[in-house]
């Protein structure tokens, strides 16, 4: 009994000291003896409850049926989602803070290829096969030139410029990715094994061919077939951006990702000096620019039209501190249909948007018991999240209210379903950044699931080292990188993420009812507690 309280104890100091070190990623397991808090003279147990499987089951069967077509932002199934979630807002009384209507309209531009080839001494090529072109990136383009310069890294950088005295404006150059190294293998710009900046951030070498007049950038793409394979639905649907007014993009020059073939088609009989120019780079650290004599032609011409989407918001206003907002929300768009295939998005995210509409319920029925919280929440639902997190972006820059007194955001994202790791164990949840920005916002989960839900809190996603990054790829990342504590809910990927079998009747709703019910008590005590969460941490980009 003694060992097993020693261990007990050992084990409790250990996850304590590794809640100290940016970031948690071990598993919280519940204790198997706790009592947890059922007393429905609680307020925050009252309204949890309110929160139940078949509610939830009701609304996700609508809005992942075939009638909204998968849901995807500028279409017609996007809209008749909006239309169900707000008329749900509607008949729970919350106010239409929005000009009479729940929307915060967004524009989109779909932007396609309508010409994208390339030909190079009379050979040619096809974008997303031979070379990638993402239109939301590069520009229209349709001339021919007789020359290519091979300009090393493209880099201009007081400490070493390819640029320097080479003649750039109006001229077609070739460039590696990456930066000059010596033969000892340290880097040039930093005199160490780790490389810079210009190494990771492609843009920047694109901004200063554009600084410099060039008329197209081609860069040599090692690995162009992954990099097709990892884009491929990017590159074979429309791009989609936040309206920019079908402009050219001003900041980079336009650009080729190139094969290795194509860069040899290019070369041609001029190896050599590129060899050359390369071992000069490599001992000197100065540039070293090689003329190519290809006959070069590409046709590009884009094709843009206009969408229009909607961010949702239903506001429930506080009491004494009704200025300061904690925010909850979930994408309810999802990637709609492939020919006649739909992709109903069930749990992706079809569950996180479900889980806010209950969340919501709880709050209009603590405003008619007169018992709303102190602090004002806003149920968020988003659109364009599978479109690159356009919807939260845009509402974080066009926030209708104040993001300084915006305490934290509560996302939820995926929580209907169970991962490979947990099917003897569903009553869990991933969490993700909640001690990133806030400890206290860590805490408080902790402390509401030790007190009210039991679930089992996995914080493996939260690593810094997480190669998935999940941390920046849902909508709580547009408020944390503003420097705002977000906590994500996330069960997990599975064999239907993305597929068309992520479907309603895969969905444990006993599981989401659990999930929906701690995120409630979350909810309840950012926006009831005396003080203000503390932000004790760092915002790291790394989109």
């Known amino acids: 009994m003694r060992i097993a309280k020693v261990l007990s104890i050992a084990a409790a100091l250990l ?60 279409h017609p199934g996007n809209d008749i989602a909006a239309e169900y979630i707000a008329g749900h807002l509607n008949s729970l009384g919350v106010p239409k803070i929005m000009d009479g209507n729940y929307y915060q309209d967004v524009a989109f531009t779909y932007t396609t290829w309508e010409a994208n080839t390339v030909t190079i001494n009379g050979n040619d090529y096809k974008g997303a096969k031979d070379f990638i072109a993402f239109p939301d ?48 293998s340290s880097y040039w710009l930093t005199g160490t094994s780790e490389p810079s900046s210009w190494t990771g951030d492609i843009d920047r070498k694109l901004k200063a061919a554009k600084k410099y007049g060039v008329r197209m950038v081609l860069i040599i793409e090692d690995g162009l077939r992954e990099m097709v ?39 041609g009989d001029k190896d050599k000096k590129v060899i050359k120019s390369r071992k000069y780079i490599t001992k000197k650290g100065k540039n070293c ?43 309810y768009d999802h990637i709609g249909k492939k020919g006649d295939v739909i992709y109903n998005g069930a749990d992706d995210n079809g569950s996180g948007t479900t889980t806010v509409l209950e969340i919501a319920e709880a709050l ?37 209210f104040d993001l300084d007194k915006t305490v934290a955001d509560v996302n939820i994202d995926m929580v209907g379903r169970v991962d490979k790791k947990y ?30 839900a039991g679930l089992t809190l996995d914080y493996k996603y939260n690593d810094e080292k997480d190669p998935n990054r999940y941390y920046f790829r849902s909508d709580h990342y ?56 503390v932000v004790d941490g760092k915002v790291k980009a790394g989109r």
């Open 15 to 74: 996850f304590a000291l590794h809640l100290k070190a940016q970031y948690v990623s071990g598993v919280n397991t519940p204790d198997s003896s706790a009592v947890y808090n059922t007393d429905t003279s609680d307020v925050s147990v009252l309204l949890a409850n309110t929160i139940s499987a078949e509610d939830m089951r009701e609304h996700l069967t609508i809005l992942a049926s075939d009638e909204f077509g998968g849901r995807e932002t500028g």
């Open 229 to 267: 394979g990892k884009n491929r639905r990017k590159l074979l649907g429309p791009t989609v951006t936040l309206t920019n007014g079908l402009k050219d993009n001003t900041e980079l020059a336009n650009h080729l990702y190139i094969s290795t073939t194509m860069a040899k088609d290019i070369i």
């Open 289 to 331: 620019d090689a003329q190519l004599k290809p006959t070069f032609a590409v046709n590009q011409l884009r094709k843009s039209t206009i969408l229009l989407g909607r961010n949702i918001l239903g506001f429930f206003e506080g009491t004494d501190l009704k200025d300061e907002i904690v925010v909850v929300s979930a994408h």
């Open 137 to 184: 990136k590069t520009g229209n383009a349709s001339f021919q030139a007789k020359e290519v310069l091979y300009l090393g890294y493209g880099i201009d950088d007081p400490e070493y410029s390819d640029y320097k005295k080479v003649k750039v404006r109006d001229k077609v150059i070739l460039i590696n990715k990456g930066e000059p190294m010596k033969k000892d």
């Open 364 to 400: 209009a029925i603590s405003k008619n018991m007169g018992q709303s919280p102190r602090r004002s929440v806003l149920c968020l639902l988003v659109t364009g999240e599978e479109k690159g997190l356009l919807g939260s972006y845009y509402y974080s820059e066009n926030p209708v």
């Open 478 to 533: 547009n408020f944390a990188r503003l420097g705002i504590p977000s906590i994500f809910f996330f069960n997990g990927v599975h064999e239907d993420y993305h597929q068309p079998g992520d479907t309603v009747d895969k969905i444990n709703f006993d599981k989401m009812q659990n999930v929906g019910r701690l995120i409630f008590h979350t909810i309840w005590d950012l926006a009831n507690r005396n003080d203000r969460i």
């Open 423 to 452: 099917e003897d164990n569903p009553n869990y949840i991933y969490v993700i950044g909640s001690d990133r920005l806030s400890t206290d916002l860590h805490k408080i989960n902790e402390n509401a699931n030790n007190t009210y």
